[in-house]
């Protein structure tokens, strides 16, 4: 899974939010290194509803302006907790490794 | 109280003329607000970086829904009809601005890749030959085009069901195919495989080895009657078309069910015709790319030939097989089928077999577009209930 792709699901996870809040979760989410632009926003959208994993939850229109809401589904949920335990576990390993390396060059 | 449109409103929907005008119309609101709401209060322009987002984002919107390559091919080059996941992609390519232009430049391209393997066969002796070959399919093909192409327009757009405005036509109208009458096929086959043959093929063994033997014999006359050979090939094609258009029962034609109108054929034998055509002739270049000399290729021309001849002959005697024992429902594919291996014979009278997979009337097709797109985020329907 793509690491901006990861980031619009795991911005959806918290619950139903449309595309501005989006963009700004993912840039929260990943300390401001990833800028999503509203383009590629809207493709990731496109093919993650398409994929069956966001859906939209509803619609309004707030101070003029048109939301539309995503949400997570079920399978959604799912592949996020897969990708995030992976991560994890690549985390772990990789801190194991960078620990070896350090108690190495200090011996 | 009227929409007053700012400047930088007007902007962003001009960037967003390009995502599919479907897409606009559903989704085209919401994403300039949320642009919008990322510029901020204030904000008057478009930055550059945000401006190419914005349009590549629409490009890959519109590759997303382009069909796949193979899909696409058969589509353009014989009309087939698209699933119903490419419905919209199929109105916007038909309705859209120069489709006529589009079409004709796809053709002519195939056309050449066809008469690359024709030069690849004849280019060895004389690029004039090759260029005959273009000039004379060119030429025939914007004599003959224009007369069809409007009628093509009608066609796609009725096979993938709607009206000659683009409008959709109820389900009832387009949920399945209606059997084909098997009857008077085998002429049909036979007259189109014998045409094409009779024209093109000697024209290419006569040509190959009078140019092969006589190296002094002007190019720009060897490229004149090389044209013409394929000329003829081509008005070979198109009056066996018109004939079997004329007559009784013909099989290459496909019912829409509840349309009065049938829909034009489609020439899938002349399409199997071409392909075995051009295999032909690709072995005989690829022959003559790995042995130069007179002899060998001579030769292998007329091993092409012995090969395809008896091709055409098993097709005839199939068609006849099929549409004196195949039962009331054959289609042109099944004839292919059975002459060619490609897939299985029809069995039983009772069970039609049509040329694509076809859902039973009302059920399938059209099947529900994914929720992609959502409700349109203007009129009645916003928001959504």
């Keep these: 899974m793509r690491e901006q792709t990861y980031l619009v699901l795991l911005a959806l996870a918290d619950g139903p939010r449309h595309g501005y809040v989006i963009v700004k979760a993912v840039a929260e989410l990943s300390g401001g290194r990833v800028r999503i632009g509203p383009g590629t926003l809207y493709g990731a959208l496109d093919r993650l509803t398409g994929e069956g994993l966001v859906a939209v939850s509803g619609a309004e229109i707030v101070d003029g302006r048109h939301r539309r809401y995503y949400r997570l589904t079920e399978a959604g949920m799912a592949a996020v907790t897969a990708e995030t335990a992976r991560l994890s576990e690549l985390a772990a390993r990789a801190r194991r490794i960078v620990a070896r390396l350090a108690l190495g060059g200090a011996s | ?385």
Excluded: K
Aim: charged share 15%; glycine share 10%; proline share 11%.
């Design chain 2, 1 to 385: 109280m009227a929409y007053q449109v700012s400047p930088l409103q007007r902007r962003l929907w001009q960037l967003l003329t390009a995502y599919p005008p479907e897409w606009r119309e559903q989704r085209g609101a919401e994403l300039v607000d949320t642009v919008l709401d990322l510029l901020g209060p204030g904000a008057t322009r478009v930055g550059p970086r945000l401006a190419v987002n914005l349009v590549v984002g629409g490009w890959l919107t519109r590759l997303r829904e382009h069909p796949p390559p193979r899909a696409w091919l058969a589509y353009r080059i014989r009309g087939r009809r698209l699933p119903a996941r490419w419905r919209a992609w199929v109105r916007r390519d038909v309705t859209g601005r120069f489709f006529i232009v589009r079409d004709l430049a796809f053709r002519i391209a195939f056309l050449a890749a066809f008469l690359g393997a024709q030069g690849l066969t004849f280019g060895a002796l004389d690029p004039w030959i090759g260029w005959g070959f273009f000039i004379a399919m060119f030429a025939v093909g914007l004599l003959l085009y224009p007369l069809g192409a409007v009628r093509l327009r009608l066609r796609i757009l009725e096979r993938h069901g709607f009206d000659e405005y683009g409008r959709p036509l109820p389900p009832p109208a387009w949920s399945a195919y209606g059997p084909r009458p098997a009857q008077q096929v085998w002429p049909w086959l036979v007259a189109a495989g014998g045409a094409a043959y009779a024209l093109a093929v000697p024209w290419q063994i006569v040509l190959s080895e009078w140019a092969a033997l006589d190296a002094e014999q002007s190019p720009v006359w060897i490229a004149v009657v090389d044209g013409g050979c394929l000329s003829c090939a081509v008005l070979g094609f198109v009056l066996t078309g018109l004939v079997a258009a004329r007559l009784p029962d013909r099989l290459a034609r496909r019912s829409l069910v509840n349309r009065g109108r049938p829909v034009p054929a489609d020439w899938r034998i002349v399409a199997v015709v071409v392909s075995l055509y051009t295999a032909a002739s690709a072995a005989a270049a690829v022959a003559r790319a790995a042995w130069s000399g007179f002899e060998i290729d001579s030769l292998l021309v007329h091993v092409a030939v012995l090969l395809v001849a008896p091709a055409c002959l098993v097709a005839g005697l199939v068609a006849r097989h099929v549409e004196r024992h195949g039962g009331p429902v054959v289609t042109l594919r099944d004839l292919a089928a059975g002459a060619f291996g490609v897939g299985p014979m029809p069995h039983h009278p009772t069970q039609p077999v049509v040329a694509d997979a076809a859902p039973p009337p009302g059920a399938g097709w059209p099947r529900p577009q994914p929720p992609v797109l959502g409700p349109p985020l203007a009129g009645p329907h916003w928001p959504p209930a």
